[in-house]
């Protein structure tokens, strides 16, 4: 097959720069093009590294492979020459060769870009000697046949647990960890540690990782052995799927939709209207993909038809290689491969080459410009086609394809003939010469699509998102925003100064000369230079107005200028200066949103200020559609909080416009999204009835004094509470408690033992004051947060009671008692109290039916309680001790060697005096 040599003399001009990549934490010296970015540089490295190195067996071994990373693209050209020499595409060495530096240089100049590879799979030739499966053709889910609708539903059941599994399996391994936490961190014996019923830590993670979904076996498995890291296994991505749905349907909204939209979120499933639309669609996952670069087109071919003519015919060689010596991921796609030999060639960056030309996209020479060339590109793809089938034969589906595709080309024949444009001209022509070579010799490809959205792809043409802005990199490695590369162009287009517009776009980053507030404005509010300086130097970074006043000297914002320390965060509006003033400067400094209010925009601003409507990109996709044998399926975006009504009514108006497919795409959710969820237990207040308005009242003047009444809330003269004694740091120290008759506390007395006689006056007092407060209806809390954490001597071990082990003062230790005792302030303990004694009361036996319970609230102290009373604890009349169970063991107290009384205990292991709170060390 003869290759024409055009564009290995263009990539001489083509400067390549040593460029050092960090690569998986390792530094890569490459020669790039200069005006490659990092992010297209390191595209590119990931495409080389997953490109396959396999040769046939008539190749000559290859070459030792280079240093250089990116020679990986002419070891992928000379692979492609290779098979192509294999299957039959060129006839000898020299095509061979020609074919290998023409498609690598078309690469190095931006043409051309393929396709994401494979490094391994499924094959469809013969001769890479694979063993090959029956082929069983992709069949599209029909949505109004049931099967359809349970092969969606399967779809979407197994997308949704795909979605969950990382969340529930970091949660269950989360859960497991804390499992083998418990037994590792635990100081007894092993078979106790093991054991949840006498390891409460290990029982709380035990029934923690039964909530979270995990099985009793894996809890005993994390308790025998520590756990290992949970890491999701590794599962292939969804294959695409296409549907078949009625237009009418769907435009109607019909409930099977909603099955579709399910299953499709991930944004791999294509809903086709028409049977051959449907089986096309379902080709075109299973081709390989190459894209041209309609900008760097107009780059270094121009307007030239014959240079653009060679690059689809080198794309379409590229391609059916690729089909035949390429991997495929699926025995569904390497049947369709085999049967069908499906092509995908992509125009990608039209509408940056129409804004660089200074084309409206919504332009009707735009719009003859965009289908000229997917007229062009079609019509040399269908002729090297038949081309290939006559020297290799037509692909297995041609024969009941053929009519369908005689009557596909006079219809692009006429659209082409229908376009005033030199390259529509050509295609006329070719087409003409077409149609006779396939009724003699057929087509090698059933489906040429023009059309495919890939990320990569674009970030390999180098093709900007942007529509007026853009970021590039600097020499030293810097990101700075300028304009839009085919903004400036299509500027200069219309003899307007990009510099200009650039400054608009981003800002002077100066007041100087600014409108409204300029400097000798600022000079009239008392500004000096000093000041200046520093407005002036925050403004190259400042993202508002107002950030570049937040740097000025808090004195001169104070002395100077008379206002607080609140008003400089917003000093203009205190100055005197007014929003349009601001708003003017803010433009001049630091910018606008975009071109559209430019005072020197050329002629109609408003087409080439603003990115094209999501209607123009609709129309100019139907434009190279119409010359494509399968619909075009660039997704349609959706926001990520869309609903299924939502996604409804987009499909309904796609299928109302006149789409051949559609292909829906929801944007992944924000990455800091968190849900705003109450308190646990926190309930919502119930909603008040609506009543219907009132009538407004008559205005009328009133005046009511109202006075509080602040009277003393007195305690009952026979009151109860409770009586507390403990030690801390050795000092003992007897709390007293008097309560209301419903358990509130009332009054408090504090007694130190063996203290100075001012320190225990000093404690009665305040304890007064305390109780006087309380008596007079200040809450009890307040006390507790204001006196808890107080530091001062004595502190440290606190002895005698259940709940309080230490404490940082007499106050702390007081108030957490009282915390804990009266407002269940559980956080404030820092031991577990122990089980209470119900007192062993118990009914006398032999007695008859027992009378009436009595409420234990008018016995016992609810501060003694723990707030256990009065809700679920009553004293039975006539009990009495069992005699038989109440024998204590009679412990003889030792002398302590502190302080010589007999009060030396052993408690826990440990001797503590009661006295004097001494914790000595003795032997015996």
């Given amino acids: 097959m003869r290759v024409p040599t055009r564009f290995v003399p263009l990539a001489v001009a083509v400067r390549r720069t040593a460029r050092s990549v960090e690569r998986a934490g390792r530094f890569v010296e490459v020669q790039a093009p200069a005006g490659w970015s990092t992010a297209r540089l390191d595209a590119w490295l990931d495409w080389v590294g997953r490109c396959p190195t396999d040769l046939p067996r008539i190749a000559a071994a290859p070459a030792a492979p280079s240093p250089d990373a990116l020679d990986g693209i002419e070891d992928w050209a000379r692979r492609h020459a290779a098979w192509g020499r294999a299957i039959g595409v060129f006839g000898g060495g020299r095509e061979t060769e020609t074919f290998a530096g023409e498609l690598s240089a078309a690469v190095w100049l931006g043409l051309l870009a393929p396709g994401t590879p494979r490094p391994d799979g499924l094959r469809a030739h013969p001769v890479a000697d694979d063993q090959l499966p029956p082929p069983v053709a992709p069949r599209p889910a029909d949505l109004g046949d049931p099967e359809g609708l349970a092969q969606l539903e399967a779809r979407a059941a197994d997308m949704q647990a795909r979605a969950l599994e990382p969340d529930a399996l970091a949660a269950v391994g989360a859960a497991l960890a804390a499992v083998s936490a418990a037994v590792r961190r635990c100081e007894g014996p092993s078979e106790t540690c093991a054991d949840p019923a006498r390891n409460p830590a290990l029982a709380r993670a035990s029934w923690a990782a039964?909530?979270?979904?995990?099985s009793d076996a894996a809890i005993l498995a994390a308790i025998a052995a520590p756990l290992t890291l949970v890491r999701a296994a590794s599962r292939p991505a969804l294959p695409g799927l296409v549907a078949l749905a009625a237009r009418d349907r769907v435009a109607a909204g019909a409930p099977e939709i909603l099955t579709a939209i399910a299953a499709g979120r991930d944004g791999r499933l294509t809903l086709a209207f028409t049977p051959g639309d449907a089986e096309a669609a379902a080709l075109v996952d299973a081709a390989p993909v190459m894209a041209i670069s309609l900008p760097a087109c107009d780059r270094w071919l121009g307007d030239d038809v014959e240079g653009f003519e060679a690059l689809v015919r080198l794309a379409i060689l590229a391609l059916e290689?690729?089909?035949?010596?390429?991997?495929?991921?699926?025995?569904?796609?390497?049947?369709?491969?085999?049967?069908?030999?499906?092509?995908?060639?992509?125009?990608?960056?039209?509408?940056?080459?129409?804004?660089?030309?200074?084309?409206?996209?919504?332009?009707?020479?735009?719009?003859?410009?965009?289908?000229?060339?997917?007229?062009?590109?079609?019509?040399?793809?269908?002729?090297?086609?038949?081309?290939?089938?006559?020297?290799?034969?037509?692909?297995?589906?041609?024969?009941?394809?053929?009519?369908?595709?005689?009557?596909?080309?006079?219809?692009?024949?006429?659209?082409?003939?229908?376009?005033?444009?030199?390259?529509?001209?050509?295609?006329?022509?070719?087409?003409?010469q077409t149609r006779e070579a396939l009724r003699r010799d057929g087509r090698r490809h059933q489906v040429i699509a023009l059309?495919?959205?890939?990320?990569?792809?674009?970030?390999?043409?180098?093709?900007?998102?942007?529509?007026?802005?853009?970021?590039?990199?600097?020499?030293?490695g810097e990101i700075i925003p300028v304009l839009a590369p085919a903004m400036a162009a299509g500027l200069a287009a219309h003899h307007a100064d990009p510099g200009t517009a650039e400054r608009h776009l981003f800002g002077r980053r100066t007041l100087v000369g600014a409108p409204g507030l300029d400097h000798e404005r600022l000079r009239g509010f008392g500004f000096t230079d000093a000041e200046l300086t520093v407005v002036e130097t925050a403004l190259a970074d400042a993202t508002t107005l107002e950030c570049a006043f937040v740097a000025l000297d808090p004195g001169f914002v104070r002395d100077v200028l008379g206002l607080t320390p609140e008003a400089a965060g917003d000093l203009l509006p205190h100055l005197g200066a007014a929003?349009?003033?601001?708003?003017?400067?803010?433009?001049?400094?630091?910018?606008?949103?975009?071109?559209?209010?430019?005072?020197?925009?050329p002629a109609a601003p408003g087409r080439r200020a603003s990115p094209p409507a999501p209607e123009t990109l609709g129309r100019l996709a139907a434009l190279r559609e119409a010359f494509s044998d399968a619909p075009d399926l660039s997704p349609l975006d959706l926001p990520w909080s869309a609903d299924g009504q939502a996604a409804m009514r987009r499909l309904a108006a796609a299928a109302r416009d006149g789409h051949r497919a559609v292909r829906l795409r929801p944007a992944p959710p924000p990455a800091d999204l968190k849900l705003a969820l109450p308190e646990p237990g926190e309930t919502r207040p119930a909603a008040a009835p609506v009543q219907p308005p009132?009538?407004?009242?008559?205005?009328?003047?009133?005046?009511?004094?109202?006075?509080?009444?602040?009277?003393?809330?007195?305690?009952?003269?026979?009151?109860?509470?409770?009586?507390?004694?403990?030690?801390?740091?050795?000092?003992?120290?007897?709390?007293?408690?008097?309560?209301?008759?419903?358990?509130?506390?009332?009054?408090?007395?504090?007694?130190?033992?063996?203290?100075?006689a001012a320190f225990r006056s000093l404690m009665n007092n305040f304890a007064i004051a305390i109780?006087?407060?309380?008596?007079?209806?200040?809450?009890?809390?307040?006390?507790?947060?204001?006196?808890?954490?107080?530091?001062?001597?004595?502190?440290?071990?606190?002895?005698?009671?259940?709940?309080?082990?230490?404490?940082?003062?007499?106050?702390?230790?007081?108030?957490?008692?009282?915390?804990?005792?009266?407002?269940?302030?559980?956080?404030?303990?820092?031991?577990?109290?122990?089980?209470?004694?119900?007192?062993?009361?118990?009914?006398?036996?032999?007695?008859?039916?027992?009378?009436?319970?009595?409420?234990?609230?008018?016995?016992?102290?609810?501060?003694?309680?723990?707030?256990?009373?009065?809700?679920?604890?009553?004293?039975?009349?006539?009990?009495?001790?069992?005699?038989?169970?109440?024998?204590?063991?009679?412990?003889?107290?030792?002398?302590?060697?502190?302080?010589?009384?007999?009060?030396?205990?052993?408690?826990?292991?440990?001797?503590?005096?009661?006295?004097?709170g001494a914790a000595p060390s003795m032997q015996g």
């Fill in 210 to 214: 039964r909530q979270a979904g995990a």
């Fill in 321 to 432: 290689i690729d089909v035949a010596a390429g991997f495929a991921d699926t025995p569904e796609a390497l049947a369709a491969r085999r049967l069908a030999r499906p092509l995908v060639l992509t125009l990608g960056g039209a509408e940056e080459a129409l804004l660089s030309r200074g084309l409206a996209p919504a332009s009707p020479e735009a719009e003859t410009w965009v289908a000229a060339r997917a007229a062009l590109a079609a019509a040399v793809a269908g002729r090297l086609s038949a081309e290939l089938a006559a020297r290799l034969g037509p692909c297995p589906a041609w024969s009941a394809d053929a009519g369908e595709a005689l009557q596909a080309l006079e219809a692009r024949l006429l659209a082409a003939e229908g376009l005033d444009h030199p390259m529509a001209l050509r295609s006329a022509a070719i087409f003409e």
């Fill in 451 to 476: 059309g495919a959205a890939d990320a990569e792809l674009s970030l390999r043409l180098g093709l900007h998102d942007g529509w007026t802005r853009s970021i590039v990199e600097t020499d030293d």
């Fill in 579 to 601: 929003t349009e003033d601001r708003a003017a400067a803010a433009r001049y400094a630091l910018g606008a949103s975009d071109l559209t209010d430019w005072a020197d925009a």
């Fill in 694 to 756: 009132a009538p407004a009242p008559e205005p009328r003047i009133v005046e009511r004094v109202v006075e509080r009444d602040r009277a003393r809330r007195k305690l009952p003269d026979r009151r109860k509470g409770y009586i507390q004694k403990a030690a801390v740091g050795g000092h003992k120290v007897y709390i007293h408690t008097g309560e209301y008759e419903d358990g509130e506390l009332g009054e408090i007395f504090i007694d130190m033992h063996k203290e100075g």
């Fill in 771 to 916: 109780s006087i407060g309380l008596q007079y209806g200040v809450p009890l809390d307040e006390f507790v947060d204001a006196f808890v954490f107080t530091r001062f001597e004595p502190s440290g071990r606190v002895t005698g009671n259940d709940s309080i082990r230490s404490a940082t003062s007499i106050l702390d230790y007081i108030f957490r008692e009282l915390g804990v005792s009266y407002l269940g302030r559980g956080e404030l303990a820092n031991a577990d109290p122990d089980a209470l004694n119900p007192d062993d009361l118990a009914p006398v036996a032999g007695a008859g039916a027992a009378t009436e319970p009595v409420p234990a609230a008018r016995y016992i102290s609810k501060g003694f309680a723990r707030g256990a009373a009065p809700d679920n604890l009553v004293v039975l009349p006539f009990g009495r001790r069992d005699q038989a169970t109440a024998a204590a063991a009679n412990v003889e107290a030792e002398a302590c060697p502190a302080c010589g009384d007999l009060a030396l205990q052993n408690k826990g292991g440990g001797w503590v005096c009661d006295t004097c």
